[in-house]
């Protein structure tokens, strides 16, 4: 495989070797136990949870990749991420406040098939079919099914109502950080590698790569829920 492929492009195939158990995507013990000991506001600390909970979300990853594949206009790359980061803010902010909660497996299956979503539209599968979807109203949903994820995590930290609102501001500002990260470094080598002449012969696999992910954790999910 030539070395002009792109670290983005290796992150979705990388993913397909991984065992599926790392697929969960759990909030880790030590952080619950951290948040545990917060009484109060703590501004630093959730903001630091939602970057890291970003940067290792493997599902959040596939998804962003996904959507900025083809993207060559920093203007739209600024229009489809401002549409997700709208969705997930409401459905965080929303539903910790309101203490909605979601069965974790179905929430998380529906963000695998947003993954698979996102693969099938960028290699024409749904055009194909005849099927045509508005990609920001489609993005603003399952931005808004990502969101309940992280609300479903927020809500298993145990966070203390003290200060409940500014710590979730604060995780919702790290999530938005974490994706920045993740965003600049896809957007970056995905147009440097849209240069070359790699990026037709492999373009179309790497997005069967992210149909694949989805697939996979879709699968994980359903099967948690049937488990469970």
């Known amino acids: 495989m030539p070395a002009a492929l792109p670290l983005a492009v290796l992150l979705v195939l990388v993913m397909l070797a991984i065992p599926v158990d790392a697929f969960a995507h759990d909030v880790a013990e030590g952080d619950k136990a951290f948040v545990r000991t917060i009484d109060g506001p703590a501004i630093i600390p959730f903001m630091y949870l939602g970057a890291k909970h970003m940067v290792t979300g493997y599902d959040h990853i596939a998804f962003l990749v996904g959507v900025v594949f083809f993207l060559r206009r920093l203007k739209d790359v600024l229009l489809y991420v401002s549409m997700f980061a709208i969705g997930h803010s409401i459905t965080l902010i929303g539903g910790v406040l309101l203490g909605t909660g979601a069965n974790a497996n179905i929430v998380d299956a529906i963000i695998g098939l947003s993954v698979v979503y996102k693969g099938v539209e960028n290699i024409g599968g749904f055009a194909k079919l005849g099927w045509h979807f508005d990609t920001r109203i489609a993005v603003l949903v399952f931005g808004l099914f990502h969101g309940l994820g992280l609300a479903t995590k927020v809500m298993d930290l145990g966070v203390s109502p003290n200060g409940l609102l500014v710590n979730l501001i604060a995780f919702n500002v790290g999530v938005e950080l974490g994706q920045v990260i993740v965003l600049t470094l896809v957007v970056l080598l995905l147009a440097a590698w849209r240069d070359t002449p790699s990026f037709k012969r492999y373009a179309f696999a790497a997005n ?17 829920y049937f488990s469970s």
């Open 208 to 224: 069967i790569a992210l149909i694949l992910v989805g697939i996979a954790l879709t699968a994980y999910q359903i099967q948690g």
